[in-house]
């Protein structure tokens, strides 16, 4: 069985049933724990009772680790989400000695094929992480850590332990969330990992956490409907800064420097938005309708009588859209349950 955990809030709970509706269909066996990171997210979880879900209260995660609970007091909320990383891996393997491996997931990801090649790459090793993979045209973002925090995946045994104390002892010290510095959320101190701990791998499949800032290094092609990198189906996108911006516009999130293909957008974008109505009518929209993807943060669309107070925005807006085409178009009626 395969092992993962993940966590999110409110502002992310569609992403997260999108996460889990793909591991569903493209993994055979699998148990995925969530980090409940406000009491709504946790009652709406219990009250689906999904298969294959474990839940986790953040009370229970601070009761069994008070300096984690005492670092939150310290610091803003991203910074003490990205504190809570180390700590909920370290969590299961410490109370739930069946877990032979478990693998922490960003909410933000979605699986198009199966993650087998993964694990087969990784075989016994005790940690394996990714590499951001930057393309040419962002090597100034390099600053923000070699590695992403996406996939990151410990086996039980003293290596994985070793280095799983240390990096949650040094979120807990410092989660500061800022370019340019030393620390960046959770995900400098990977930086170091393959010489400093013993049994570390460094995924090399291609196709594993393709996203905007590297998908300019590889070929895309679309073959059975499957999108494909390289020759290769894509495992999984990682979809940050993906915004809804109205009920049927939603910005990308990729960089000006990144052209959005129209191959992307129908075969990665537009499948991802899709399923993310789809649970969100499934499983939200009788009992929890206040819960979708605009809300990931403040919606940027603005109506014509607040122009004259937002016009940098509104600005910004047309920016993005019109000019530089990194807003996709999804018709609401399309997004529906039949």
Not at 11 to 38: M, P
Request: glycine share 4%; aromatic share 14%; net charge neutral.
């Amino acid at each position: 069985m395969r092992h993962f955990c993940t966590y999110f809030d409110t502002n992310y709970i569609t992403r997260g049933l999108a996460l889990y509706q793909s591991l569903e269909e493209h993994c055979r066996d699998f148990f995925l724990w969530v980090l409940c990171l406000d009491e709504d997210t946790y009652s709406c979880l219990s009250n689906l009772a999904l298969p294959s879900v474990g839940l986790i209260r953040l009370c229970e995660l601070e009761d069994h680790d008070r300096e984690l609970a005492e670092a939150k007091k310290r610091r803003r909320l991203i910074e003490y989400y990205f504190t809570c990383t180390p700590a909920l891996p370290l969590y299961v393997l410490l109370k739930y000695g069946h877990v032979d491996r478990i693998t922490y997931l960003d909410a933000d990801l979605y699986f198009f094929s199966s993650p087998d090649p993964l694990f087969e790459e990784m075989a016994n090793s005790s940690i394996a992480i990714i590499a951001h993979r930057f393309s040419p045209a962002l090597r100034k973002h390099e600053d923000t850590g070699i590695y992403n925090v996406s996939w990151v995946s410990f086996r039980r045994d003293s290596n994985a332990f070793d280095c799983l104390d240390s990096w949650r002892n040094q979120c807990i010290e410092n989660c500061h969330y800022e370019d340019g510095g030393k620390v960046f959320g959770d995900q400098r101190y990977l930086d170091d990992w393959p010489t400093r701990f013993n049994g570390v791998h460094v995924i090399h499949n291609e196709a594993a956490n393709l996203a905007y800032w590297n998908i300019l290094n590889y070929n895309l092609s679309v073959d059975e409907n499957i999108p494909h990198v390289n020759q290769n189906p894509l495992i999984f996108f990682h979809f940050q800064g993906l915004i809804m911006i109205s009920k049927s516009w939603y910005d990308s999130g990729f960089h000006r420097k990144v052209t959005l293909s129209p191959l992307v957008i129908n075969h990665i974008f537009k499948p991802y938005i899709i399923k993310n109505k789809w649970v969100h009518d499934k499983y939200l929209k009788e009992k929890y309708s206040q819960f979708s993807m605009g809300s990931i943060r403040k919606q940027r669309f603005l109506t014509f009588r607040q122009l004259p107070d937002n016009l940098l925005r509104m600005l910004m807006i047309l920016y993005r859209g019109l000019l530089l085409g990194k807003y996709i178009y999804v018709p609401v009626h399309i997004c529906q349950i039949t």
